[in-house]
């Protein structure tokens, strides 16, 4: 029964996933019916030669379709590691925003950006996953030496978020016009405006691994749950589980950061959500908290485009106005359940 209701939940959360990216992709200046982007969509993958305007089939191909399908795999991404950090980390507070990742991978993104760390050779993505595993190394290191309760744990998360934030404010004071410093801004605000297609071809194989090693890890996951001492006795390789997911979800937040922007809330309030309706066993948390953390953003993308008429909205604002009320009611529930 259970496997059935999961099942049929996965279903739906498969559709309203396919119903948000035809909604994505139709919302703009020019609104864009749903049945238009799927004959748009036929047309350019299987030629099927339907009669629609040149001039809103390139709009939904070259520009709206590429956004919402990088939204999706920014929301999953995001999701997905943070049910990974609070399940290993045994903390509810964990996502790779509160934990500094987020914080990291900006700041090696705008050093190779703006300092040209790497002499052009090095990647804006590859200068992130750098500044991802450089923040949780200090906040892991932080967290180690001051206490590893899950409360030092938390307040050594937003001891690297405030550095590694200051730091990314000083090189953009330091090393930007004034034009790359609003530009700057503005992304690490979150902001999916200059996505092509060619991001959306490296973040989606980049989500699909790091989804694969984490649904194959389920059962460790289970385990962690008493805690690494527990499971360590039935046979895991605590180490090699925590350096093996730790690094997939920090390699995912670099990526979908490097691309992006620093995305907050989605790591935090979309597996607490999911929880109460799928429970805490990772084989169906996971992929649940996948889908629903890729519906939340290309919502909050939405929301972002039509919020202010002719104006689009820094993403990350939406998520923070929608997650930290729903965060709260979150707490207060658990507090009185």
């Excluded at 590691?81 to 903390?91: I, Y």
Aim: hydrophobic share 60%; net charge positive; with cysteine.
């Amino acid at each position: 029964m259970i496997r059935l209701r999961f099942s049929l939940a996965l279903l739906a959360g498969g559709l309203v996933l396919l119903a948000a990216l035809a909604i994505g992709a139709g919302v703009g200046e020019t609104a864009i019916p749903p049945d238009v982007v799927l004959k748009a969509v036929a047309n350019r993958l299987w030629v099927a030669g339907y009669p629609i305007d040149p001039i809103d089939e390139g709009v939904i191909w070259s520009y709206r379709l590429s956004r919402t399908l990088m939204a999706a795999c920014c929301g999953a991404g995001l999701a997905v590691s943070g049910v990974v950090l609070q399940s290993l980390l045994r903390n509810p507070l964990a996502d790779p925003y509160v934990m500094g990742i987020s914080a990291g991978a900006s700041t090696g993104a705008v050093a190779v950006a703006l300092l040209g760390l790497g002499g052009g050779v090095v990647s804006m993505s590859a200068g992130a996953l750098a500044g991802a595993l450089l923040a949780f190394g200090f906040v892991i290191l932080l967290a180690l030496k001051a206490g590893r309760s899950p409360v030092m744990v938390v307040l050594a998360g937003v001891a690297g978020s405030q550095l590694f934030n200051a730091i990314t404010s000083f090189v953009v004071a330091r090393s930007a016009n004034a034009e790359q410093a609003r530009g700057i801004l503005f992304w690490l605000l979150g902001n999916l405006s200059g996505v092509r297609w060619p991001d959306v071809g490296l973040a989606l194989p980049v989500l699909l691994v790091g989804m694969a090693l984490c649904l194959w890890h389920v059962r460790v996951l289970d385990a962690f749950l008493f805690g690494s001492s527990s499971a360590a006795a039935l046979g895991v390789s605590v180490r090699r589980v925590w350096v093996t997911l730790i690094g997939a979800s920090a390699v995912m937040t670099a990526v979908m950061v490097s691309m992006v922007g620093s995305i907050g809330f989605v790591g935090l309030v979309v597996p607490h959500a999911v929880r109460l309706v799928a429970g805490v066993s990772h084989g169906r948390l996971l992929p649940l908290s996948a889908l629903c953390g890729a519906v939340f953003l290309i919502i909050a993308d939405v929301v972002s485009r039509a919020l202010i008429t002719g104006q689009v909205v820094p993403i990350g604002v939406v998520t923070a106005l929608v997650g930290a009320p729903v965060f709260a009611l979150l707490l207060i529930r658990g507090r009185t359940a």
